[in-house]
């Protein structure tokens, strides 16, 4: 059960002449999550106290589910 999301900005759209859309690799932040908060569930539906974490992608955004919200919090923290 999901009790807490963190939504983060994947796809950043500068403007001006010249400008390239920058891109947030994500890699590090789920090996963080992997290290310090657990096994990463396969699908969101799934996040439990045993697979504590999820993540999806949708429209540029990606949202970070979390079994409890100190997760959510220490993953703001270290990431925001």
Known sequence: MIAAEVEM???YFPTGEGAKIVVIHTGP???WCDANIGLKAE??????DNLPWACSYSHGVTTWHFARE????MFKLRWS
């Open 9 to 11: 900005q994947t796809f």
């Open 29 to 31: 932040m789920e090996e």
């Open 43 to 48: 699908f969101r539906d799934r996040v439990s």
């Open 70 to 73: 100190e997760l959510a919090t």
